[in-house]
């Protein structure tokens, strides 16, 4: 007999208990309403040399009759390592059909990063740690804060050719700032068909002192190219941890296309732990629905 919605909710609300329970902070609840929770996964406790962030949404028919929605987010995982991860993840749900999974899934992500530290493969490079993790960084931001919003234009830059006439510049709309115990957070969304309308937005943003000098400005965009039929989209965690790979994700989930939306984090001194994404999320969401 086919599983109920009720049991099926029930069986939710047991995995979600034992997980949170089972992995404590690194189990975040991005929206209790729509289902949709991250997972930290790194290869060891002590000194995690690779780092993923596993982002799952629990469909209604989860876990008896569809899986679950997820995305992987690390700024290391590309191409041929995406897919080999995504098909044994693909793997564990066919062998478990209407099982919970998730446990499964993020052990054998784990299972994937100790054999990855193990292998001589060298650490990826991160530049900058989330606020909340290093916390002693005091007003030092400001300092080796440039660089980065030179890297993150460099990067845009191998994406659009140089050849391309330069296109004028979209209009930029600011969202309604939502401060919480001395962080700030502010959404900036603009129109756009191409990834040089995305380098000329961010440029005209950081040219604002205020915007420059964020703690973090995190970025995502999605553009629908219509001879592909494909979504060309990116995200930019500016060095808090998996915020891009959210706020992407919050896109896809609202359906919006031909869009970039940026948001301004100034940090207050005072962490604000999982909060923190919701504000990100709940600025972004507000200036996507103005």
């Not at 939502?178 to 990834?195: G, W, Y």
């Not at 919701?278 to 103005?290: S, Y």
Request: glycine share 4%; charged share 25%.
């Amino acid at each position: 007999m086919a599983a109920s919605d009720t049991e099926r909710a029930q069986q939710q609300m047991d995995e979600i208990e034992a997980l949170s329970s089972i992995y404590g902070d690194d189990w975040c609840v991005v929206d209790e309403d729509e289902k949709i929770y991250c997972i930290k996964i790194s290869d060891c406790l002590d000194q995690p040399k690779w780092t993923l962030c596993l982002q799952v949404i629990l469909p209604p028919g989860y876990p008896t009759a569809e899986p679950p929605i997820y995305q992987l987010n690390a700024p290391w995982l590309r191409g041929q390592d995406y897919t080999e991860l995504a098909n044994s993840l693909e793997e564990i749900y066919l062998q478990n059909l209407g099982e919970s999974i998730l446990y499964l899934w993020v052990e054998k992500i784990r299972e994937v990063l100790v054999e990855k530290a193990q292998s001589s493969d060298p650490a990826p490079d991160i530049k900058k740690t989330t606020e909340e993790v290093d916390e002693d960084d005091g007003d030092d931001f400001l300092l080796d804060y440039q660089p980065t919003q030179e890297d993150q234009t460099k990067m845009l830059n191998y994406m659009t050719s140089e050849s391309q006439e330069d296109e004028e510049l979209p209009p930029i709309h600011h969202g309604n700032p939502i401060t919480d115990r001395r962080s700030t957070f502010q959404a900036h969304l603009a129109p756009v068909v191409t990834t040089r309308q995305v380098k000329r937005v961010l440029e005209k943003l950081y040219e604002n002192k205020k915007i420059a000098s964020a703690t973090h400005n995190i970025y995502a965009y999605r553009i629908y190219c219509e001879d592909k039929q494909t979504f060309l989209q990116d995200c930019e965690d500016d060095g808090e941890t998996a915020a891009g790979g959210r706020l992407l994700h919050l896109m896809q989930i609202l359906n919006v296309h031909n869009v970039l939306v940026v948001v301004s984090r100034w940090y207050g001194g005072i962490l604000l732990g999982p909060d923190r994404f919701k504000h990100i999320n709940n600025c972004a969401r507000n200036v996507l629905v103005e």
